[in-house]
């Protein structure tokens, strides 16, 4: 049998497969991602805070282990949500597992740094821990906005790529707990805006 599948054919089948995606993307599945926002963002600014209010200012750092909870809460919502799509393509399960592989690389970028960091005895790698993160949710950030051609999260992208310099910047002037007021700010404007307007979009187009 000839195959009359176009180039024509392909682009459209390709199109449809992004349009669906970004509608999936949108219908409210960026929900545990606006959680997870405001949550960072809470926490950096708690940290900011304790730094100055401790006595023993290592002590803020504990707070982050509030991250715990939350990645399991977050996974609970956004299983809530994907059982809600009915049409689920290729570009989604690239998406998911982008989101899925980001966890993963904090987590061992953590332990790499807290390793080396022990080893050679010296709390200085700590400083690359808020942009090393910024830089890393910005490139998943990217990658998420090109599948689904959704420009808000390209402009959050821009955010947390802008908020990892301005981390470089503020150490190369000493100051070390501005970091965490970037952090916040940054995981309000690239994460929770975005997720905002995500949601209005969906609700619009019910």
């Known amino acids: 049998m000839e195959n009359n599948f176009t180039e024509q054919d392909s682009l459209k089948v390709i199109n449809e497969m992004i349009s669906q995606a970004r509608n999936n993307f949108q219908n409210r599945n960026v929900t545990p991602a606006i959680f997870c926002g405001y949550v960072v963002a809470a926490t950096a600014f708690a940290n900011f805070a304790l730094l100055h209010t401790l006595e023993n200012p290592v002590q803020s750092f504990w707070i982050w282990l509030v991250m715990i909870p939350m990645v399991i809460i977050s996974s609970a919502i956004s299983r809530k949500y994907k059982k809600q799509v009915m049409v689920k393509t290729h570009i989604d399960k690239i998406v998911s597992y982008i989101w899925i592989a980001f966890p993963i690389s904090v987590a061992i970028f953590l332990v790499t740094v807290y390793g080396a960091a022990f080893a050679l005895k010296s709390d200085y790698l700590g400083v690359l821990i808020t942009p090393v993160i910024l830089t890393m949710m910005g490139t998943?950030?990217?990658?998420?906005?090109?599948?689904?051609?959704?420009?808000?999260?390209?402009?959050?992208?821009?955010?947390?790529?802008?908020?990892?310099?301005?981390?470089?910047?503020?150490?190369l002037f000493g100051w070390m707990d501005l970091q965490f007021i970037i952090l916040g700010t940054c995981a309000i404007l690239g994460l929770c805006v975005p997720g905002h307007v995500a949601n209005k979009k969906a609700e619009q187009n019910v």
Request: glycine share 6%; proline share 3%; hydrophobic share 45%.
């Open 140 to 171: 998943a950030q990217f990658t998420t906005s090109i599948a689904c051609r959704f420009k808000p999260y390209f402009y959050g992208t821009l955010v947390f790529w802008a908020g990892a310099l301005l981390c470089t910047v503020s150490y």
